[in-house]
């Protein structure tokens, strides 16, 4: 369910009962209402809501006067205008104020619903873009604090926690004990945290040229006494042997921040080196330096992850930043800082290049009968085809609804866009498998050339849409080159194939 607040904005007590009762309750919103301007105002400062249905005709302030009040607060709320006087001055009016749809009453249920969810789907993405930065600003403070710690634990001893490795730095601690101590045999032993289980993970003996890592449970009684107790301990063994003399051990903690994470023991025999109090302050110093260079070669470990982390976060803000969240493509700023470029370069070199603006012929007819899912389906394969289809040069961008722009740089001749043109409307009559349907859809396209139809990306933009709609006008499942008439409106030109069908 949904758990977006609503805010109803009506003079008419029975519409809000009907939006509010009979539609955004039911659907799981939170819903607050307001009658007049000034407390619609007040509530939308004071609630935050995540969308606003508001009513044109208000008393004390109508609702472009909210709207304008809002924005003058910095207030970026989207907003629905339901209106029974409606205009198209009042609707141009509304979408500049940041108006996200505008309906006339009586309005239909679904297209109102439908249009709500829209707009609380980009709330949800704005959202979610807003967590993934917060959690991005968290990784990097526990990263630069982590670094911060691996900095002052290098410092401590070049020998042992110069290394990153957890196993090398085992290693270099247990040779770095048998060369100090002399001791017949060096064995490290640590606290999985994730069994718990002591275990055995390095060893030396006299004679051994290079310690080895091992994984052993420990069943070491003075080693588990060690890590039970925190404290040094000391005990003499008899051998296998009763000839042979005593075995003296001496094992010390391994501490991070008072935490035992393991036990550095260190054995011989009693008779040829018994271990005494310097012995127990080295090993206790060794001990010290061993546990750093441990929490070092972990940390460093972990900080590769954080950083792997770290990356993975700022690839998927800039994935979000500059690439529709349905097809993958380029979206609309992406495409513009291409289409800057393009130009640059057609500028420098004298070159041409091509906007194209393509809609899908009836892609309404598609959600209403198919579903969005569907819809959204077709969209896709669409974008693949599109990316499929062009130069690795060109760029195709998801505009919005079932609108994509295509930008062709470097042509040394007009001619290719429309050869460009007409293998777009071939490749997208070609049936679409979507979800157990068998779809066949045509486009209608519109093409504007540097610098014959503008020389600002807006004007390539904007005129290719006016041959696109040419292009709807013609037939549909065409394309039309933009040219400029005296009323300021595209004349068609010879296109592609044409489809006399009227949605």
Do not use: W
């Amino acid at each position: 369910m949904a758990e977006e607040k609503i805010l109803i904005v009506d003079d008419d007590d029975g519409n809000i009962e009907f939006l509010r009762d009979s539609l955004l309750v039911p659907a799981g919103y939170t819903v607050v209402c307001a009658t007049d301007g000034q407390e619609a105002l007040h509530l939308a400062l004071a609630e935050e809501p995540d969308l606003i249905l508001l009513d044109l005709q208000l008393p004390k302030m109508d609702g472009l006067d909210v709207l304008e009040a809002l924005k003058e607060a910095g207030r970026e709320i989207p907003t629905i205008l339901i209106t029974a006087h409606g205009s198209e001055s009042v609707a141009v009016q509304a979408f500049r104020l940041g108006v996200r749809d505008y309906f006339l009453k009586p309005f239909k249920v679904r297209r109102l619903m439908a249009a709500i969810e829209k707009s609380l789907a980009e709330v949800r993405l704005r959202r979610e873009k807003e967590q993934l930065a917060e959690r991005l600003e968290l990784v990097n403070r526990q990263l630069e604090q982590r670094l911060t710690e691996l900095d002052i634990l290098y410092g401590v001893s070049k020998s042992m926690t110069s290394l990153l490795d957890p196993d090398e730095a085992l290693i270099r601690i247990v040779e770095a004990t048998m060369y100090v101590t002399g001791a017949e045999e060096i064995a490290l032993f640590l606290l999985d945290e994730e069994t718990q289980d002591l275990q055995l993970r390095a060893v030396q003996s006299a004679g051994d040229q290079r310690a080895r890592t091992v994984r052993e449970s420990a069943g070491d009684a003075i080693v588990r006494q060690v890590m039970t107790s925190g404290e040094v301990a000391t005990i003499q063994s008899p051998r296998s042997s009763k000839t042979d003399p005593l075995l003296a051990t001496l094992a010390v903690p391994l501490k991070v921040r008072e935490r035992t994470i393991g036990v550095l023991r260190a054995s011989s025999a009693e008779a040829t080196r018994p271990f005494k109090d310097s012995d127990r302050y080295l090993l206790s110093a060794l001990a010290d330096y061993a546990a750093i260079a441990i929490e070092n070669a972990h940390s460093y470990e972990a900080a590769q992850l954080e950083l792997a982390e770290r990356k993975r976060a700022e690839e998927t803000i800039r994935q979000l930043a500059y690439h529709d969240t349905l097809t993958g493509l380029p979206n609309r700023t992406l495409f513009n800082d291409r289409l800057e470029v393009a130009l640059a370069q057609a500028r420098r070199h004298k070159l041409k290049l091509a906007v194209m603006l393509l809609d899908l012929d009836r892609f309404k007819d598609v959600n209403d009968s198919l579903g969005h899912s569907v819809g959204d389906q077709l969209l896709q394969a669409v974008g693949e085809r599109l990316e499929g289809l062009l130069r690795e040069s060109d760029t195709v961008c998801r505009m919005g609804g079932d609108e994509f722009l295509l930008l062709l740089p470097e042509m040394a001749r007009v001619e290719y866009a429309g050869k460009a043109a007409e293998r777009v409307l071939e490749v997208i009559r070609e049936p679409f498998s979507l979800a157990d349907h068998k779809l066949r859809v045509t486009t209608s396209l519109g093409i504007a050339i540097y610098p014959d139809d503008g020389e600002d990306g807006d004007t390539l933009v904007k005129n290719a849409d006016v041959a696109m709609y040419s292009a709807k006008e013609a037939g549909r499942n065409n394309y039309q080159h933009y040219i400029a008439s005296e009323e300021g409106k595209s004349t068609p030109s010879a296109g592609g194939r044409r489809d006399d069908g009227r949605a």
